[in-house]
C-alpha cells in the first residue's frame, strides 16, 4: 500500500531563517498532497496543498514543491516566525484516502 | 458554520470495558474521517464513512469499528479497550469526499485506559 515517509522528524532553526521538510510517497497515482500544521494542544489545520499537475505553490512565506518523477515533496518555511512552531504533516492521496507522514516538530529558537 | 464537534472531549476507561466516541461534522460535509493520534506516531487512519458507507479502513483490530448517521454524524466504538488504546482520537470531515478537498479536524476525544 501507500506509504509516505517524513523527514526529519525534529527541525530546530533560528528565527529569521528557513525551513525545509522532506516527503516520500509510494503510490505513482497520488495525485494530492496537503500539509497540515498541529500546534500544541490544537486540531490539524490545512495550511497549504497542491496537486499533481503543479510543480509549486505559493501562499506569503510558506510554499510547496513537487517532483513527481522523484516521487517527493517538500515544505519550505522562510523568515521562521515563533508562531511557526508546531508540528507539521504532509501526506498524500491514494484511493480517496489520505496517508499521512509521521509529523516533523518544528522548533523556532530566538 | 458551526466546526466539527466531538463528544466526550474527555474520557476515562478501564481494561476490557467499551467506549463509544461521536464526531458532528461540518454542515453539509457528507465524509467523515477517524484518526488515533498518539505522542511520536502522528495520525493512525482508522476509517472513513462517506454517505453511510465506510469508504476505506486503517489497519486496525476488528475491536475498532464506526458507523455513519443519515445527517453525516458519526460514531466510533472500541470494544475490549486495552493500555495501548490510550490516544487522542480526532475525527475530520470534509465536502462532498473528494480527495481535494481540505480535511476539518475536531478537537479530539482523549482517550485514557487504565
Known amino acids: 500500500g501507500e506509504n509516505v515517509e517524513q523527514h526529519p522528524s525534529t527541525l530546530s532553526v533560528q528565527e529569521g531563517d528557513s525551513a525545509v521538510i522532506k516527503c516520500t510517497y509510494s503510490?505513482?497515482?497520488?495525485?494530492?498532497f496537503p500539509w497540515y500544521k498541529q500546534e500544541l494542544g490544537k486540531r490539524p489545520q490545512l495550511i497549504i496543498d497542491?496537486?499533481?499537475n503543479v510543480g509549486e505553490k505559493k501562499d506569503q512565506r510558506i510554499a510547496v514543491t513537487l517532483n513527481k518523477t522523484a516521487k517527493h515533496f517538500s515544505l519550505h518555511i522562510t523568515e521562521t516566525q515563533p508562531e511557526d512552531s508546531a508540528v507539521y504533516f504532509c501526506a498524500a492521496s491514494s484511493n480517496y484516502q489520505l496517508i499521512w507522514g509521521a509529523g516533523t516538530k518544528l522548533i523556532i529558537k530566538p | 458554520k458551526a466546526g466539527v464537534t466531538q463528544t466526550p472531549r474527555y474520557l476515562i476507561k478501564t481494561r476490557g470495558q467499551q467506549v463509544t466516541l461521536s464526531c458532528s461534522p461540518i454542515s453539509g460535509h457528507r465524509s467523515v474521517s477517524w484518526y488515533q493520534q498518539t505522542p511520536g506516531q502522528g495520525l493512525q487512519f482508522l476509517f472513513e464513512?462517506?454517505?453511510?458507507?465506510?469508504?476505506n479502513k486503517g489497519n486496525f483490530p476488528g475491536r475498532f469499528s464506526g458507523r455513519q448517521f443519515s445527517n453525516s454524524r458519526s460514531e466510533m466504538n472500541v470494544s475490549t479497550l486495552e493500555l495501548g488504546d490510550s490516544a487522542l482520537y480526532l475525527c475530520?470531515?470534509?465536502?462532498?469526499?473528494?480527495?481535494?478537498?481540505?480535511?476539518?479536524f475536531g478537537p479530539g476525544t482523549r482517550l485514557t485506559v487504565l
Open positions: 503510490d505513482s497515482a497520488s495525485n494530492y
Open positions: 464513512y462517506f454517505s453511510e458507507t465506510q469508504r
Open positions: 497542491i496537486r499533481s
Open positions: 475530520a470531515s470534509r465536502d462532498r469526499g473528494s480527495s481535494y478537498n481540505e480535511q476539518f
